[in-house]
């Protein structure tokens, strides 16, 4: 069982940035690749960026070159650097953990 806590986001202007942090609790971090997701109203859940368990990551072309994923096995964190944020980026954002964890999401709105 592995329990995510994100945290970090909020209301920034277009332009701006924000790192989201996701602290797993649990077992088998090293071995699982940790993902951001999000969702905007009306819209269905989209994978923003992945990381797997030797760093290999994956990126939404709409997020390529504004968005850095990265993680700290030791301290059980993976995190979300945000810059240019648009305001298309608005929306909730989660933590997922291997196929089945996922966080309670965290809010981030963009004001153009």
């Known amino acids: 069982q592995v329990q995510l806590v994100e945290s970090g986001g909020g209301l920034v202007q277009a332009g701006g940035s924000l790192r989201l942090s996701c602290l797993a609790i649990?077992?088998?971090?090293?071995?699982?690749?940790m993902a951001w997701y999000r969702q905007a109203p009306g819209k269905q859940r989209e994978l923003v960026a992945s990381?797997?368990?030797?760093?290999?990551?994956n990126y939404a072309d709409s997020v390529k070159g504004r968005f850095t994923i990265s993680r700290d096995n030791d301290k059980k964190m993976v995190y979300l650097q945000m810059n240019s944020l648009k305001a298309e980026d608005t929306a909730i954002y989660y933590c997922?953990?291997?196929?089945?964890?996922w966080g309670q999401g965290t809010q981030v709105t963009v004001s153009s």
């Open positions: 649990g077992n088998y971090f090293r071995a699982n690749t």
């Open positions: 997922k953990s291997g196929s089945q964890f």
């Open positions: 990381i797997a368990a030797f760093g290999n990551t």
